[in-house]
């Protein structure tokens, strides 16, 4: 199985632009979609990045995800930060069967 | 709308038995895969199970595989885990989620039931 390494934490100023990055450890990057999930304290995960870029309705264009084959890493990038984007997200993919998250990351608006 | 809740969490000892339910309504549930997914206190998530639309195949991680089993049952739009021989380490919150076999989305989510394991 492979992982996924995600930065434990990242802080920005509100307006701001911040990427959060996800490291897959080995196998490509592109062979399985990636998603991210948000998720605020006490709340159950919400998706807001499905396959690699593609944003669910409802998921302001703030938010937008990409694939980086060199760096075998996708990106979660949310621009003119909100302090309602204060939250935990993770990166999850797959292989074959299995489905494997990254350890999360806490975006803190500040 | 899609919904999930979750049911059947609570206090166990170590080495007992659970069972968690979810009751999925607004979709056609016999369409999906469903997952199970827990999140350990102050932890990252981590993927547990799945199943697929017709109950014909079954995966596990390997840190509940052969003491964790999971079920549906597509009449009655639920889904079930069956958690055998219960250690500390599996206090969490169980959450079920639907489980888009295409991309392996997990696009919906329940809100959890806590489990604590101890004595």
């Known amino acids: 199985n492979f992982m996924l390494t995600q930065p434990h934490s990242v802080s920005e100023s509100p307006g701001k632009t911040v990427t959060i990055s996800c490291t897959r450890s080995?196998?490509?990057?592109?062979?399985?979609?990636v998603q991210w999930y948000q998720q605020r304290p006490g709340s159950a995960p919400t998706i807001v990045i499905y396959e690699d870029n593609q944003r669910p309705s409802g998921v302001p264009d703030r938010f937008s995800g990409s694939i980086d084959s060199s760096s075998n890493s996708a990106s979660l990038t949310i621009s003119g930060l909100k302090t309602e984007d204060e939250a935990d997200y993770y990166c999850?993919?797959?292989?074959?069967?299995?489905?494997?998250f990254g350890g999360g990351t806490k975006l803190t608006v500040l | 709308q899609v919904q999930l809740v979750e049911s059947g969490g609570g206090l166990v000892k170590p080495g007992g038995s659970l069972r968690l339910s979810c009751a999925a309504s607004?979709?056609?549930?016999?369409?999906?895969?469903m997952s199970w997914i827990r999140q350990a206190p102050g932890k990252g998530l981590e993927w547990l199970s799945h199943i697929s639309s017709s109950s014909s195949y079954t995966n596990y991680a390997d840190s509940v595989k052969g003491r964790f089993t999971i079920s549906r049952d597509n009449a009655k739009n639920s889904l079930f885990l069956q958690m055998n021989s219960l250690r500390a380490e599996d206090t969490a919150v169980y959450y079920c989620?639907?489980?888009?076999?295409?991309?392996?989305?997990?696009?919906?989510w329940g809100q959890g039931t806590l489990v604590t394991v101890s004595s």
């Open positions: 999850q993919s797959y292989d074959n069967n299995n489905r494997v």
């Open positions: 607004g979709f056609t549930f016999s369409d999906y895969y």
């Open positions: 989620a639907r489980d888009s076999t295409v991309g392996a989305t997990f696009d919906y």
């Open positions: 080995s196998g490509t990057i592109a062979t399985n979609y």
